[in-house]
């Protein structure tokens, strides 16, 4: 299974990088299977320079904030007018709403929407698609929010979401080869509860979950991410970096 970091800026785009979006790719039947974590803004621009978008198999959002959902909208315009003609309908999970929030970011009348390019889909339970495993656990955030497990090629990767150290991403991310955490506060800083991670918070995760590597991402431009990372080690011994646009990871 390969990673490709296409977005890892926290909260908005970067100077160095757009919103949230990590691509995953495996061999499976005879072609690559890819799907994205996330689409935030900014994204899908980025995404050409490591993927056809057209040969994306799903999308899975993690939850509705702007940086981690909104190029969807520009993913439909892509999908729907497309010189080749409109492109067959591809599967989007995400929270309870994300159809009617999608059609809204746009202006469109909820019915159709996007239906007819994105097949909406609920997290409720595992999913596969092709040789992909998604697990999702619903994590702390003011909004709905999911933290997801993929598995692939008897590799895992755990990707945090947006959310604050909770027992829920403990478990999720549990023996997991690469865990993709967000870091975007800074230890001792007057942070809301149940919002995000800081990076030590990252790295008591990553010994408590005992992980074989941690990335940490989502820190926003505000910060710097050596803090973050300078957190994380801190806390636990094992490998740590720093997400950056166009990294990949061969797991």
């Known amino acids: 299974m390969r990673l490709t970091i296409v977005g890892c800026s926290g909260s908005y785009p970067g100077p160095e990088s757009s919103a949230s979006c990590?691509?995953?790719?495996?061999?499976?039947?005879?072609?690559?299977?890819?799907?994205?974590?996330?689409?935030?803004?900014?994204a899908l621009g980025q995404l050409h320079r490591y993927a056809d978008p057209l040969d994306i198999d799903a999308v899975l959002v993690s939850h509705l904030h702007a940086d981690h959902c909104l190029d969807l909208c520009g993913y439909y315009v892509m999908r729907k007018y497309h010189p080749?003609?409109?492109?067959?309908?591809?599967?989007?999970?995400?929270?309870?709403?994300?159809?009617?929030?999608?059609?809204?970011?746009?202006?469109?009348?909820?019915?159709?929407?996007m239906h007819e390019e994105f097949d909406f889909r609920v997290w409720d339970s595992v999913i596969e698609i092709g040789p992909f495993t998604v697990e999702p656990r619903q994590v702390v955030h003011p909004v709905t929010a999911y933290?997801?497990?993929?598995?692939?090629?008897?590799?895992?990767?755990?990707?945090?979401?947006?959310?604050?150290p909770c027992d829920?991403?403990?478990d999720v991310a549990t023996g997991a080869d690469l865990l993709l955490a967000e870091a975007?506060?800074?230890?001792g800083a007057d942070n809301p509860p149940d919002l995000h991670l800081t990076g030590a918070d990252c790295g008591r995760t990553a010994a408590r979950a005992g992980v074989g590597r941690l990335v940490l991402t989502h820190v926003p431009p505000w910060h710097d991410p050596a803090v973050a990372e300078a957190e994380a080690r801190g806390e636990?011994?094992?490998?740590?970096?720093?997400?950056?646009?166009?990294?990949t990871y061969e797991l």
């Open 22 to 42: 990590y691509l995953l790719e495996e061999e499976h039947e005879g072609r690559t299977w890819r799907i994205l974590l996330d689409l935030g803004n900014g």
């Open 84 to 113: 080749s003609g409109p492109q067959p309908r591809i599967p989007v999970w995400g929270p309870d709403g994300t159809a009617d929030r999608m059609a809204r970011a746009y202006d469109l009348p909820t019915d159709p929407g």
């Open 147 to 164: 933290s997801l497990r993929v598995t692939a090629g008897g590799r895992t990767v755990v990707y945090s979401g947006d959310t604050g």
């Open 168 to 170: 829920a991403l403990d």
């Open 184 to 187: 975007s506060f800074e230890t």
């Open 236 to 247: 636990w011994s094992g490998p740590v970096e720093l997400a950056r646009a166009g990294a």
